[in-house]
């Protein structure tokens, strides 16, 4: 069984910083893409920033310059390094995942969310 573990998330004020994990544990062939959402409360899931096997990023344009989303491919672990962090960052971030489950399936996966507050 798959599973994405996040942690990282907690309180944070204003101004600071806080680097979040996921890691891929279970039976399967690779990891592929993997990403970060957030979900604010009243508000969609969106994409915070997304990064390929090979090493290539991408973000959302209003986040860029203040998150740094980074791999280690032997640990199945991406890493969201978030600074300059303001109240409007507060909300459950979500790692996703594609992953190789076999030699002929790949397959989306969620973590369970972990949550980041930014307040004073």
């Known amino acids: 069984q798959v599973q994405l573990v996040e942690s990282g998330g907690g309180l944070v004020q204003p101004g600071g910083s806080l680097r979040l994990s996921c890691a891929a544990s279970g039976s399967f062939v690779r990891v592929n893409d993997m990403g970060w959402y957030r979900q604010a409360p009243g508000k969609e899931r969106e994409l915070v920033a997304a990064?390929?096997?090979?090493?290539?990023?991408n973000y959302a344009d209003s986040l860029k310059g203040r998150f740094t989303i980074s791999r280690d491919n032997a640990k199945n672990t991406i890493y969201l390094q978030m600074d300059s962090l303001n109240p409007e960052d507060t909300a459950v971030y979500y790692c996703?995942?594609?992953?190789?489950?076999?030699?002929?399936?790949?397959?989306?996966?969620w973590g369970q969310g972990t949550l980041v507050t930014v307040s004073s």
């Open positions: 990064i390929l096997s090979g090493g290539s990023a």
């Open positions: 996703n995942a594609v992953i190789q489950t076999t030699p002929y399936r790949n397959r989306p996966f």
